[in-house]
């Protein structure tokens, strides 16, 4: 069997995701174990791993499973404390304060303290807080998810203080004696070297995420407005788009100077500074307030065990209420500065089982650095500022559980399946491992053409490792080798696997799970995964063109032809749809037919 063959075998475990999924629209719960027994049998069967990596391999991923069930406990709880201790509506009245208008609260919780809360912590844990915080103050449960997992994006690359920059390219590039001849040669060191990938990272992510924002608003009115339409998303464009510098800019410039550690920490904080107090003042605001119709009318798909409060008068100060937040966000950053010792602390307390089964899997847990464990302290520190009755913290804790439970059938094979996956390349066949082998083979048929797909190929290692670091510890020497091949800068061809390793996690299973979990929503994933596409695709087009042509310059080429098409539609789009002067809002359309 050739090695085409065995290319398009080792796409069976990703297509079998695809048509469960997306295309069949089957619960993950019911999909993910049928793809987990997929992925073993052409593991054992075609590849010829042995048994013992098959059950190594599914034990790490267990244990990860578990790991990002705890993340999301975490989260859920937290919001339910706050649910329960009254917190909730005060900040649900700050938002309204704000702005009513959904659009802008959307763009403000997710784009902004989404990114702050990406950038302290990673892996996962801004769609898990903001899916159900989305949900307490209004938002259809299916709209909360769907938007919470767009901006797990543009601030992915710069997540957890920069881990998939620092850990994911760096442990990615360690040891290979062309990336340390190609640092000497430029005159850096590979540390340095590294660095520079992720300034290159900052900037094409800054180009392209600058109408994530508005994207995503289109998407909010497109799939959960009254009309169904995009027209209400580009009435806010001037806003999306101020919003989009306010946090690119400062998110670019801090990658340049300081490194990759807190660009989107910073980002969020500097574009939450800005964006804010102009929402209170109205500037670049709509004419007309956006609402969703009343929740009686919403499609059933949108609802999930979560819903919104009802609206009292707040008794809890905003301080107060958004300090469990403030805590989060100072206790994520200081755990994961490497220049102070608390991380290390935490890391002491570690489970670690080296050669997993007589392989060379190593299985390494450390349960209280994990974000989780740092929301549910914080749960019990409010517990007594809130001073919360028993009864209620025990409603709060009972819910949360019955969440996980639900959410955890899923994962418990959706992340297994994933490492067996990953750890193929242990085998009697000969092959590299599955997803190196699909790399490589496409490699093959690109050449030059290579910086439109480098970027595909990343998100594909985040969509099947759950993952942005894991993506770029996957793929990066080879990306970086493949450029070496082709004759192309090899620094922005990683620099582009970076971007689409981040732009993966939109549609990584177990972000999509996780997220759902925390807002309440079983067996949606597919139909999820089918909406937040449009993203994917607009990131990788673009990102892809932006590549391309910082390597072989503007001229008339698909790379230009990309960026080109990417901005005319939505210079199009703005033009044709942008004018505020249509569409009254479903609160002034209420308001009439009352008089």
């Known amino acids: 069997m050739g090695t085409g063959w065995f290319s398009i075998i080792a796409l069976t475990p990703i297509l079998s995701v695809l048509l469960f999924l997306v295309i069949l629209k089957w619960p993950a719960k019911r999909a993910m174990p049928i793809a987990f027994i997929i992925t073993v049998i052409v593991a054992y069967f075609v590849w010829q791993v042995p048994v013992n990596q098959i059950v190594a391999s599914s034990m790490k991923g267990i244990v990860t499973a578990l790991e990002v069930l705890f993340i999301v406990f975490g989260a859920v709880l937290m919001l339910n404390t706050l649910r329960e201790s009254g917190a909730i509506h005060t ?304 409603t709060a804790v009972k819910n949360s559980t019955k969440m996980i439970i639900s959410a955890a059938p899923a994962l418990l094979f959706a992340v297994p399946m994933v490492q067996v996956f990953i750890n193929s390349g242990v085998n009697a066949s000969g092959y590299e491992s599955m997803p190196l082998l699909l790399a490589d083979t496409v490699s093959s048929l690109t050449g030059e053409h290579w910086p439109i797909v480098a970027p595909t190929i990343g998100a594909l290692g985040a969509f099947v490792a759950g993952s942005n670091t894991i993506s770029n510890m996957m793929f990066s020497l080879f990306q970086f080798g493949t450029a070496e091949n082709v004759g192309i800068n090899p620094a922005t061809i990683v620099a582009l696997q970076a971007v689409g390793g981040a732009a993966g996690n939109i549609i990584c299973v177990h972000n999509v799970v996780a997220a759902s979990a925390a807002a309440g929503i079983v067996g949606k994933e597919g139909v999820l995964i089918r909406k937040v596409m449009i993203p994917l695709i607009y990131y990788l087009v673009f990102a892809g063109g932006i590549g391309y042509v910082a390597i072989h310059g503007f001229g008339f080429n698909i790379g230009t032809l990309f960026i080109v098409a990417v901005l005319l539609v939505l210079i199009i789009l703005i033009v044709k749809y942008g004018r505020n002067d249509k569409l009254p809002s479903y609160k002034e359309k209420k308001k009439s037919s009352n008089m």
């Open 91 to 394: 900040i649900r009245q700050g938002f309204t304060n704000i702005s009513p208008d959904r659009r802008i609260q959307a763009i403000i919780i997710c784009w902004l303290f989404g990114s702050f809360i990406e950038g302290a912590s990673g892996w996962g844990t801004p769609a898990a807080i903001l899916a159900p915080l989305l949900v307490a103050v209004g938002f259809p449960a299916m709209a909360s998810v769907m938007v919470a997992l767009i901006i797990q994006s543009t601030p992915v690359s710069f997540g957890a203080v920069g881990t998939p920059i620092l850990i994911g390219v760096g442990s990615g590039l360690a040891g290979s004696e062309n990336v340390m001849e190609t640092a000497a040669t430029l005159g850096m060191t590979t540390d340095v070297y590294i660095r520079s990938i992720g300034a290159q990272v900052a900037i094409v992510h800054g180009i392209v995420g600058l109408f994530i924002p508005l994207i995503m608003v289109m998407m909010l009115t497109l799939f959960f407005g009254e009309k169904r339409s995009i027209r209400a998303g580009l009435k806010v464009w001037k806003f999306a788009l101020f919003a989009g510098i306010a946090f690119t800019v400062p998110y670019v410039a801090v990658a340049n100077l300081l490194g990759p550690e807190f660009p989107s920490l910073f980002g969020g904080l500097i574009g939450l500074a800005i964006v804010v107090p102009a929402a209170k003042k109205g500037w670049f605001m709509p004419k007309q307030t956006w609402d969703f119709v009343d929740s009686s009318k919403w499609d059933p798909e949108w609802m999930g065990m979560l819903s919104a409060d009802k609206l009292v008068t707040p008794t809890i100060s905003p301080l107060k209420a958004w300090f469990p937040y403030i805590l989060i966000g100072f206790l994520l950053v200081i755990t994961r500065m490497n220049a102070l010792p608390f991380g290390d602390v935490l890391k002491q307390a570690a489970l670690q089982f080296e050669n997993v089964f007589g392989t060379p899997i190593e299985i390494v847990s450390t349960p209280l650095f994990l974000p989780g464990f740092t929301m549910v302290a914080v749960s019990v520190i409010s517990y007594f500022i809130y001073r919360m009755n028993r009864r209620s913290y025990g």
